[in-house]
């Protein structure tokens, strides 16, 4: 039985959904569930539902890292906030992933510091599907690598390749790097020195893509660096959050009401795949770490934990890390 | 009455939709209009429409830069292509304003050799609206200039400011540095450095946006590089391409066919300004280039030649530039 670590702590409506999310994927099955946060709080929650059957147990953290407060600060005042114990859990074996919705770069800092950085890394990655019409692409770095280099470009394409390869099943994961134009030599010079780069990676590297190929799916993995890819995923948020709206209000009194809610929503898993699975594995730790967004309700937390009971599964990170780790001593960074 | 040079050969639907918008656009009235190309296939065109009582002409020019070609080399091989005799007539102050939909490049290329660039640009800038969800906000540069130095950052502010004044009547646009974070601080290099710029330019700054915040038209002044500015642009026309197609498909047999086709083509213009004004003007040189976007049709011609000519109405290049040439005698690149 997988042993899943989760911040109750953490997120905008923490504990409440937190616990809520956990006990809907103990329900789904195959998992134990430890929740780490202030007793009290948590175990209140927890009494609201159902857990006859279910494998929950709460162990005792009773600081939180709140959204704003400086990662690697708030890790050094408070050792014991409920990232760091959930974190400390999957360190000392005693839980094979941990999820959380709280500080993401607490998170990111929890796993750096706890669980350490694969061999070839020098920062954690994050990254994932962008958009429920392309659900077979996966985009990364989403925003952990603010300035990049060219080689992390490509650990980008090796984790986005490793990933489309262990969580969405495609067999040989196409890879492209992001940029103004299809032909080689178009973009910037980081998209430039990627290509070349990933030309000679052995990967199954189709050359660059445009934006407008991200939503046609044009490839299963595409890399850019985390400023492009942070914006991108807010943009295609604001823009289903915007759209949605509108067809709300233009499909009023044309379609039955329930009819126009399920359009809507469907509308938004579409253009934010963050908004169905909540979230994703942090790539090139030691360890399974998966971050959700803040906002994350219940069902999004349910399905992170899923996400992370599917990458200890399937060997997501030793098969990642061993890819990452040969390509380090490939490349001279 | 403004004149209005039209490069007749350029675009996926040269001349028909070209000669067509033309039309439409004259028929709107305040308008002489100069096509210009090979005269036979252009007077072909314009006889399939009623022209009576507008004032069309046409200008001969045998050659056409095609997509693809170099645009400095073309320009020199072709000095009779469209493009380039259309350009020459605004610099001959025989037309106002010039617009194409043909190779990007070439217009560009076109007006940078024969219009000149205003004092303190180095290299002409594009942008505009960009989605119809947030009318009220200028993005640029779209992809003019990929690698960016803080002070150009600093000229697109200025260029959509002075945009946002002359073409959509704001009052005192708010600009925005577009990022990964609000604080100021957050962001790659290049917008940390724009961001300290920006707040000494005396412009209406107001730090930086994230990517959700453009869909909300948070700011009436958007910059970021062109790298960006092209990958935003191109990804929003992508998503909205497949959201229309997936409306389509869902609402079938749902609401008559003429609304489904009306909400599908309303979404498409929130996704997508160019789908509606078709482009938009060149900034930075001396003189009003429009450039389009290469799949125009003859509504997206006829807006185009609406913008030029509001362009030309309002002052827009003369403000422009004798703004550009402040900034660039205030800071130094």
């Given at each position: 039985m997988i042993r899943i670590a989760v911040d109750a702590m953490g997120g905008d409506y923490a504990p409440a959904e937190i616990v809520k999310g956990a006990v809907m994927a103990a329900r789904a099955g195959g998992i134990r569930i430890i929740l780490v946060g202030q007793l009290d709080p948590v175990q209140a929650e927890l009494k609201k539902h159902d857990t006859s059957g279910l494998q929950i147990e709460c162990v005792r953290a009773d600081d939180i890292i709140i959204e704003g407060e400086h990662p690697a600060l708030a890790l050094r005042k408070k050792p014991n906030a409920s990232i760091v114990v959930a974190t400390g859990l999957v360190k000392a074996g005693k839980a094979d992933a941990v999820v959380s919705a709280g500080n993401t770069g607490a998170c990111a800092a929890?796993?750096?510091?706890?669980?350490?950085?694969?061999?070839g890394v020098e920062r954690p990655m994050v990254g994932g599907p962008l958009l429920g019409l392309a659900p077979r692409t996966v985009l990364l770095d989403a925003g952990a690598n603010i300035d990049c280099r060219p080689h992390h470009l490509l650990n980008f394409a090796i984790a986005g390749t490793v990933y489309a390869q262990k969580m969405l099943g495609v067999a040989e994961p196409t890879?492209?790097?992001?940029?103004?134009?299809?032909?080689?030599?178009?973009?910037?010079?980081?998209?430039r020195e990627a290509y070349t780069l990933l030309e000679q990676s052995g990967l199954k590297f189709i050359g660059n893509v445009e934006g407008h190929d991200i939503a046609e799916g044009k490839a299963n993995v595409i890399v850019c660096d985390g400023f492009v890819g942070n914006i991108l995923v807010k943009f295609s948020e604001g823009i289903g959050s915007g759209l949605s709206r509108w067809l709300q209000s233009r499909l009023q009194g044309q379609l039955p009401t329930p009819a126009v809610d399920a359009l809507c929503s469907d509308l938004l898993a579409l253009t934010s795949v963050a908004e169905v699975i909540g979230g994703g594995p942090l790539w090139g730790v030691k360890g399974v770490s998966c971050v959700m967004h803040g906002r994350g309700r219940a069902e999004q937390v349910a399905g992170c934990i899923a996400q992370a009971k599917k990458a200890v599964e399937t060997g997501l990170v030793t098969a990642l890390n061993a890819e990452l780790a040969r390509a380090g001593h490939n490349t001279s960074p």
């Amino acid at each position: 039985m997988i042993r899943i670590a989760v911040d109750a702590m953490g997120g905008d409506y923490a504990p409440a959904e937190i616990v809520k999310g956990a006990v809907m994927a103990a329900r789904a099955g195959g998992i134990r569930i430890i929740l780490v946060g202030q007793l009290d709080p948590v175990q209140a929650e927890l009494k609201k539902h159902d857990t006859s059957g279910l494998q929950i147990e709460c162990v005792r953290a009773d600081d939180i890292i709140i959204e704003g407060e400086h990662p690697a600060l708030a890790l050094r005042k408070k050792p014991n906030a409920s990232i760091v114990v959930a974190t400390g859990l999957v360190k000392a074996g005693k839980a094979d992933a941990v999820v959380s919705a709280g500080n993401t770069g607490a998170c990111a800092a929890s796993a750096l510091y706890l669980l350490g950085l694969a061999e070839g890394v020098e920062r954690p990655m994050v990254g994932g599907p962008l958009l429920g019409l392309a659900p077979r692409t996966v985009l990364l770095d989403a925003g952990a690598n603010i300035d990049c280099r060219p080689h992390h470009l490509l650990n980008f394409a090796i984790a986005g390749t490793v990933y489309a390869q262990k969580m969405l099943g495609v067999a040989e994961p196409t890879v492209a790097v992001l940029s103004v134009g299809a032909e080689k030599g178009k973009g910037n010079e980081l998209a430039r020195e990627a290509y070349t780069l990933l030309e000679q990676s052995g990967l199954k590297f189709i050359g660059n893509v445009e934006g407008h190929d991200i939503a046609e799916g044009k490839a299963n993995v595409i890399v850019c660096d985390g400023f492009v890819g942070n914006i991108l995923v807010k943009f295609s948020e604001g823009i289903g959050s915007g759209l949605s709206r509108w067809l709300q209000s233009r499909l009023q009194g044309q379609l039955p009401t329930p009819a126009v809610d399920a359009l809507c929503s469907d509308l938004l898993a579409l253009t934010s795949v963050a908004e169905v699975i909540g979230g994703g594995p942090l790539w090139g730790v030691k360890g399974v770490s998966c971050v959700m967004h803040g906002r994350g309700r219940a069902e999004q937390v349910a399905g992170c934990i899923a996400q992370a009971k599917k990458a200890v599964e399937t060997g997501l990170v030793t098969a990642l890390n061993a890819e990452l780790a040969r390509a380090g001593h490939n490349t001279s960074p």
